[in-house]
């Protein structure tokens, strides 16, 4: 895909949790842009070859490698990517936990994962973000939300509970930081065909397409094409809003031959 926004060329853009899938597909499409990406994940070696992967292709990118789970993980990407580039002018708030189980079988454990992973982190990092923002006279933060924070899944819990959160957040941190020049937005992507799901082939991933109103699973570059949008100035009238990302499936009642 050619570049469409040049004037994202030259900046910088931290993407959170993209070492694969969704993560991955927005810093590609980023560095395209001519942006300059931090590329994180908990693996050092999978965040080194994604960046790596890039440089080679002619972008400007670096690897941090920090879990998201801890305070410290929070901090190293921000200081890490300062230390490289001394700006952010776009935060990706990708990194998420995905685990969907009955409510009987959440444990404070895992609850306690998935609030520090899909709430704490995008609040803390998007928190040590808008400091650097403001100061620079702008900048957008991009939260990945799910179709799951407006209609949940069954089982849905804690996920979906989490995205629901994140949703609120957008809205929160939009308002605060409008009168800065920060624009905050979310994606949030339906069924998208990354390596964790099954091929399509598979009878159980056609059933799920026939639920999808237009008949197919999303792509990743489909997702990413949206933050790229929201990041770029043809978006800068757009705050605080989540964009779905879905082929239509929010915006049914219920799924074909399921009448209500």
């Known amino acids: 895909m050619e570049p469409r926004y040049p004037e994202l060329s030259g900046r910088v853009a931290i993407v959170t949790g993209s070492t694969r ?91 306690d994962t998935e609030l520090a992973v899909n709430i704490r982190a995008p609040f803390v990092l998007s928190q040590r973000v808008a400091e650097v923002m403001r100061r620079s006279g702008g900048g957008s933060i991009i939260h990945i939300s799910s179709v799951g924070g407006l209609r949940v899944h069954l089982p849905g819990l804690p996920y979906d509970v989490t995205k629901g959160a994140i949703d609120a957040l957008t809205r929160a941190m939009a308002l605060e930081l409008a009168p800065y020049g920060v624009r905050v937005n979310a994606v949030a992507p339906g069924a998208t065909l990354t390596e964790r799901w099954l091929p399509p082939s598979d ?46 499936l929010t915006a049914q009642l219920t799924p074909p031959g399921q009448a209500v």
């Open 21 to 111: 899938g969704i993560g991955r597909g927005i810093a590609v499409r980023l560095a395209r842009e001519g942006m300059r990406v931090v590329v994180n994940g908990r693996s050092a070696e999978e965040a080194a070859a994604v960046a790596r992967d890039l440089v080679e292709a002619g972008a400007e990118a670096i690897p941090v490698a920090a879990d998201l789970g801890s305070r410290e993980g929070v901090e190293r990407i921000h200081e890490e990517t300062l230390r490289a580039f001394g700006t952010v002018d776009l935060l990706v708030n990708n990194a998420a936990v995905l685990t969907r189980v009955p409510m009987e079988q959440v444990g404070e454990e895992l609850l």
């Open 203 to 248: 009878p159980r991933h056609q059933a799920v397409v026939r639920r999808i109103p237009l008949g197919r699973t999303g792509r990743i570059s489909e997702v990413a094409v949206a933050v790229a949008f929201l990041a770029s100035s043809e978006a800068a009238y757009i705050t605080g809003q989540v964009i779905y990302v879905d082929g239509g």
